[in-house]
Nanobody, 125 residues
Framework: QVQLVESGGGLVQAGGSLRLSCAAS????????MGWFRQAPGKEREFVATVNYNGGSTNYADSVKGRFTISRDNAQNTVYLQMNNLKPEDTAVYYC??????????????????WGQGTQVTVSS
């Protein structure tokens, strides 16, 4: 059974940092793109950052460019999201996702087949 388990969320003041981790189990994703999406209350799930199978290509939402960094460790079957200079508008549940078949880092959540349970990130002003 495939599982994606996020960790690292929490409460932080504006300007602070958090590092999210997503550990995958049940299969290896070394040939598959992975990514992070988020959903704020009353809003639809949105793209944050995605990375291709080997970490050589990444995509970022305009709202997080220059502040967030996505990376992966295929030996650990884990993807990370380093979040710096956090803003109150970053408050959301953050979800890790992986593609079942596809090495390219797409930004459409419909192209991701596996999802974690989410981790809450709250940024206070």
């Amino acid at each position: 059974q495939v599982q994606l388990v996020e960790s690292g969320g929490g409460l932080v003041q504006a300007g602070g940092s958090l590092r999210l981790s997503c550990a995958a189990s049940g299969r290896t994703f070394s040939n598959n793109a992975m990514g992070w999406f988020r959903q704020a209350p009353g809003k639809e799930r949105e793209f944050v950052a995605t990375v291709n199978y080997n970490g050589g290509s990444t995509n970022y939402a305009d709202s997080v460019k220059g502040r967030f960094t996505i990376s992966r460790d295929n030996a650990q079957n884990t993807v990370y999201l380093q979040m710096n200079n956090l803003k109150p508008e970053d408050t959301a549940v953050y979800y890790c996702a992986a593609r079942f078949r596809g090495s390219m880092a797409t930004t459409d959540p419909r192209t991701y087949n596996y999802w974690g349970q989410g981790t809450q990130v709250t940024v206070s002003s």
